[in-house]
C-alpha cells in the first residue's frame, strides 16, 4: 500500500521569498514522486518527478525538491516566490508513473502576498 | 498544438439524469483516465483504458460509465445511481500505463453540478 501526506493544507509567503511545500510519503516498494501544480478551474500540470535517479529534481519555474528516504519525505521548494505561483500543489505518489496507480496527497493551497 | 480537449467546461445535471463529459486526445496515447476531484482534495480515480475497446474500473466506479471506441476518445457518463456527482472531472492520457519518463497529460477538466 502506498500514501502520501501534504502537511500543510495552506502555506502564505510574501514575493520574493522562499517556499516550503512537505510532503511524507509510504511505500513499500521504491516508489516514483511527482509534484503537480493545478490553477483555479484547469488540470494539473507536472512540476517535477523523482524515478530513482538523482535524489535532487529540478523541475519547471525554478522549483525543485529533494528525495530523502530516511525522512520518506519529497518536500518542494523553490528560492523566491511570484505572484504567479498561486496555485495548488498536489504530491503524488506512484508504484510505476501508471495513471490507475498514482496516489494523490491532500494538496496544498499556497498563497503569494505582494 | 497537441493535448486534451474536454467538454463542457461546465455542465448543469437535474436530479435523476444521466450526462456524458467528453474526453479527447490527439496525442495518439493508448492510456487514457478519469479522475474526480472534490473540493480541497486530491484526485481519485473513476475509469481508465489502456488500449481500444478495453477498459477498468478504478477506485470509485460506482454510478459511472465509460466506452473506449476509439483511440483519440474516452467519454464519461455520470447516471443517475451515482448520488453525489457534483465536482470536478478530470480527463488525463499517457502513451501507454507505466514506464519511467512516461509523462501523464490532463485536461483542463469539466465542472458537473447537479441542480
Known amino acids: 500500500a502506498q500514501s502520501v501526506t501534504q502537511l500543510d493544507s495552506h502555506v502564505s509567503v510574501s514575493e520574493g521569498t522562499p517556499v516550503l511545500l512537505r510532503c511524507n510519503y509510504s511505500?513499500?516498494?521504491?516508489?516514483?514522486l511527482f509534484w503537480y501544480v493545478q490553477h483555479p478551474n484547469k488540470g494539473l500540470q507536472l512540476l517535477l518527478k523523482y524515478t530513482s535517479a538523482a535524489t535532487l529534481v529540478k523541475g519547471i519555474n525554478g522549483f525543485e525538491a529533494e528525495f530523502k528516504k530516511s525522512e520518506t519525505s519529497f518536500h518542494l521548494t523553490k528560492p523566491s516566490a511570484h505572484m504567479s505561483d498561486a496555485a495548488e500543489y498536489f504530491c503524488?505518489?506512484?508504484?510505476?508513473?501508471?495513471?490507475?496507480?498514482?496516489?494523490f496527497g491532500g494538496g496544498t493551497r499556497l498563497m503569494v502576498k505582494p | 498544438d497537441g493535448g486534451i480537449t474536454q467538454s463542457p467546461k461546465y455542465l448543469f445535471r437535474k436530479e435523476g439524469q444521466n450526462v456524458t463529459l467528453s474526453c479527447e486526445q490527439n496525442l495518439n496515447h493508448d492510456a487514457m483516465y478519469w479522475y474526480r476531484q472534490d473540493p480541497g482534495q486530491g484526485l481519485r480515480l473513476i475509469y481508465y483504458s489502456q488500449i481500444v475497446n478495453d477498459f477498468q474500473k478504478g477506485d470509485i466506479a460506482e454510478g459511472y460509465s465509460v466506452s473506449r471506441e476509439k483511440k483519440e476518445s474516452f467519454p464519461l457518463t455520470v447516471t443517475s445511481a451515482q448520488k453525489n456527482p457534483t465536482a470536478f472531472y478530470l480527463c488525463a492520457s499517457q502513451r501507454f500505463v507505466g514506464g519511467t519518463g512516461n509523462t501523464i497529460y490532463f485536461g483542463e477538466g469539466s465542472w458537473l453540478t447537479v441542480v
Open positions: 503524488v505518489v506512484s508504484e510505476d508513473n501508471a495513471g490507475n496507480m498514482l496516489t
Open positions: 511505500s513499500s516498494y521504491s516508489p516514483s
